[in-house]
């Protein structure tokens, strides 16, 4: 079984920004793949379902960003998943927005919902999809950048994105890591 956590706060408040990417991406996985994200607990908000012949939980944990780790371990260790069987969907001020990344393992890049995923998990031995979001502009304050809409000009680029990373998990659970940081990494595919 693997477990699919994308990283965001909740709250309408919170919807649209973003710092809640790997919620959107999980909300569509859900969508094509026909899971209710249905169960409360464990932190989270979560579902049950399949990727070709895989058992997946889909999860967004609701512990706010900073916090992310508690709900990943709860559910980590109630289901009975390995950290290698972790897939994690995150936003990354690093990478171009609408830009994704597949990663087999590493620390956190100063993201602060992976810190708490590694420091409560024990491990960085895990799959990261990040997203792309960019650089705030001028001196803004990256705190208040990430927890800003994207702007109209980005949104196309981004809903693509979020297509593409969902399409990336997929591909990983099929394929493995390594064969999908070869297939999604490429710059001339994003």
């Not at 967004?60 to 916090?67: G, S, V």
């Amino acid at each position: 079984m693997f477990l699919i956590a994308g990283l965001g706060n909740p709250g309408v408040e919170y919807k649209n920004t973003r710092h809640n990417v790997g919620f959107m991406v999980v909300d569509k996985l859900a969508q094509v793949r026909g899971i209710k994200l249905s169960m409360k607990n464990h932190s989270a908000r979560w579902g049950q379902g399949k990727i070709g012949d895989e058992s997946i939980l889909l999860a967004k944990p609701m512990t706010y960003m900073n916090e992310s780790g508690v709900a990943v371990k709860s559910l980590l260790k109630d289901k009975d998943v390995s950290p290698d069987h972790l897939i994690v969907i995150y936003d990354d001020l690093d990478l171009e927005p609408g830009r994704i990344r597949v990663r087999a393992d590493g620390g956190s890049g100063g993201h602060r919902g992976m810190r708490s995923i590694i420091r409560h998990i024990g491990t960085e031995d895990f799959i990261r999809v990040r997203i792309g979001i960019g650089r705030p502009p001028g001196r803004q304050d990256p705190a208040d950048y990430v927890l800003s809409p994207f702007t109209r000009d980005q949104e196309e680029e981004i809903n693509f994105a979020i297509i593409k990373a969902a399409d990336a998990v997929g591909y990983i659970i099929a394929n493995g890591a390594e064969r999908a940081m070869n297939e999604f990494n490429r710059r001339d595919d994003n």
